[in-house]
């Protein structure tokens, strides 16, 4: 089942979608004339793993963690589907990167990776958008519109061996399976919850395939997760 939330004059709206409507609590709500789609969730912090492929670590010469590396974005970097991303003024190399993320569904910490898909909500796509140029600063990727989430959580999905791609312009620029990852999103998950405790609507985003690369003012950037969907965005002008 695929859950969405709607932007609508009369507030935000949330339920099941199926091609291109909203079923609420209080209605039926069409994608585009009756408002926007919203991140699917609302969460207290974005975990985001890094270097988790190892074509990724070969193309940007780091070595092999021993452990996971994540970092976290804020809640008020989330932008939706067909939503435009911010070219911020302080950057000139804005770099998108396809990732899936799960959404966690209940107060938790201390997971095994078999306890996970009980905590999970489900699962949605993150474009980490980052300021290649600011590295060492905060705002790099913690900006207003650096974390493109959705376009809505599909609850019915094994993440492990899944295709995925992203077309920026047209132009076919990542291509990878989760299965290629360094971490399973299992035990990513797991070894976070040591760290961290989780609430309802949080985001844990599994790190980005080879090839995250420049975008400019009008790219079209979509990635897409079988199984999933597609994730839409356009650069806004700067």
Not at 79 to 105: C, K, M, N, Q
Not at 122 to 133: E, R, W
Request: contains cysteine; proline residues 9%.
């Amino acid at each position: 089942m695929r859950l969405a939330r709607l932007a609508t004059p009369e507030g935000p709206v949330a339920g099941r979608y199926e091609d291109g409507v909203v079923y609420a609590d209080d209605g039926r709500y069409e994608v585009g004339r009756d408002g926007h789609l919203l991140p699917p969730c609302e969460p207290s912090a974005l975990y985001c793993v890094g270097r988790n492929y190892a074509a990724t670590l070969e193309q940007m010469e780091y070595e092999r963690p021993e452990e996971p590396d994540f970092f976290i974005k804020p809640p008020t970097a989330l932008v939706g589907h067909d939503r435009p991303i911010p070219y911020p003024d302080f950057t000139d190399e804005l770099t998108y990167a396809g990732e899936l993320a799960a959404v966690i569904d209940e107060r938790c910490r201390d997971l095994e990776p078999e306890d996970v898909p009980e905590v999970v909500r489900g699962y949605t796509i993150l474009n980490d958008v980052d300021a290649l140029d600011q590295v060492g600063r905060t705002a790099r990727k913690a900006f207003d519109g650096a974390a493109p989430l959705g376009p809505w959580l599909e609850t019915d999905l094994d993440p492990r061996g899944i295709e995925m791609w992203t077309d920026v312009a047209g132009e076919r620029r990542q291509e990878a399976n989760t299965d290629l990852m360094l971490f399973g999103p299992y035990e990513l998950i797991a070894h976070l919850s040591r760290r961290f405790t989780f609430r309802p609507g949080d985001v844990i985003a599994f790190g980005s395939p080879e090839n995250p690369g420049l975008i400019e003012p009008g790219d079209d950037v979509e990635v897409t997760y079988e199984g999933v969907g597609t994730l839409r965005n356009a650069v806004a002008d700067r």
